[in-house]
């Protein structure tokens, strides 16, 4: 997958971990500072080996750190641009109860931004990134956000879509993260679950009220399943041998599961309750290989994937466009609680 984060500021500025600035050092592995280095390494890979998990002010290798911060990064990103769809439906929800819904789901997901962002903050503080860093870089195309946000959500249905199949999604993907090595992400994805559990039965209400209703209402229901069934197979990432930071990533307890078992888990449990509403699953090769014990499915189309990921999805511009808009918008009520707080 393509590495969109933002370049460090003062990373080469860093002194070196055991690094001594009173005159000129010995070089080479046997040399103090290298040898610091190691046993820090060391210590850091016993921790992990031995379940413990990775504070903010812990020592880490620069690359944990790096790859932490791509994915809590993205995560936040995605949180962020993820309202702009279903924001689109507020003034369209088809009742007010259903409208006051989707604005308080909005509102979740901004709020889980915030804290993702706060998280990341201190990752990145080290590098010289700063979170307006984060949010310039996002705005600029140059920061990475799920490829699902990239589609376009034309009816109420795909609203419904959204909130059950593509949270639920991301519900098994967060699930699994809750047992991530870095622990302030850990804690914070406990709220972020909760919450995201109450959205799945939001959109389950939509997509099951609209199945009760008339032969239109069912066949819009089937259309927005159509046009998500592609994003939602992305949803969990290439290919696990297609994914570069994956092998690393399992190896510090960044990720506790591939890719792919992912994608199997969310199979596993969507299928049946979409074929139980009368649903086609718009996949002829999709089936549950009983001796594999896995799901068989078609090709998702992994060009389109990529094509996305690069910025090249249906709505990626328009959707960017708008929070480039928000962003210049608020930057002066940004400006003026930072002048404040220098103030204080």
Not at 3 to 23: E, F, Q, S, Y
Not at 238 to 261: C, F, H
Request: proline fraction near 6%.
């Amino acid at each position: 997958m393509t590495d969109h984060t933002v370049t460090p500021r003062a990373v080469t500025a860093r002194v070196p971990a055991g690094g001594d600035a009173a005159g000129p050092a010995a070089t080479g592995p046997e040399a103090p500072g290298h040898r610091r280095e190691a046993e820090r390494m060391a210590e850091f890979t016993a921790r992990l080996e031995r379940g413990q998990k990775i504070e903010a002010g812990d020592w880490m290798p620069d690359e944990y750190r790096r790859q932490c911060l791509r994915l809590i990064q993205t995560h936040a990103n995605s949180e962020i641009m993820g309202a702009l769809p279903e924001r689109e439906w507020i003034p369209r929800a088809p009742t007010l109860r259903r409208k006051l819904a989707l604005m308080a789901k909005v509102q979740d997901e901004v709020g889980h931004a915030q804290l993702i962002y706060r998280v990341a903050e201190d990752l990145a503080a080290p590098l010289g990134i700063t979170r307006e860093d984060m949010l310039d870089a996002l705005v600029a195309g140059k920061a990475k956000f799920h490829n699902v946000f990239s589609y376009p959500a034309p009816t109420w249905a795909d609203a419904g879509i959204i909130a059950w199949l593509v949270d639920g999604a991301a519900l098994v993907t967060q699930a699994a993260l809750l047992q991530t090595s870095y622990a302030p992400y850990a804690r914070i994805l406990r709220r972020i679950c909760a919450e995201e559990a109450i959205h799945l039965k939001h959109g389950e209400d939509i997509i099951l009220t609209l199945m009760s209703g008339t032969r239109a209402q069912q066949q819009m229901v089937q259309d927005a399943l159509n046009r998500w069934w592609r994003p939602l197979l992305h949803f969990f990432g290439p290919p696990d041998e297609m994914s570069p930071n994956l092998e690393q990533a399992m190896r510090w307890g960044i990720k506790v599961r591939t890719n792919e078992e992912l994608r199997q888990e969310f199979l596993s449990k969507y299928v049946p309750q979409i074929r139980a509403l009368g649903l086609q699953i718009p996949d002829p090769e999709l089936r549950y290989d009983e001796e594999r014990g896995r799901w068989v499915y078609g090709d998702p189309g992994w060009d389109e994937f990529w094509r996305v990921v690069q910025g090249q999805g249906p709505k990626t511009q328009a959707r960017l466009a708008i929070r480039r808009l928000s962003q210049e918008e608020s930057r002066w009520v940004r400006e003026a609680l930072a002048r404040a707080a220098a103030a204080a």
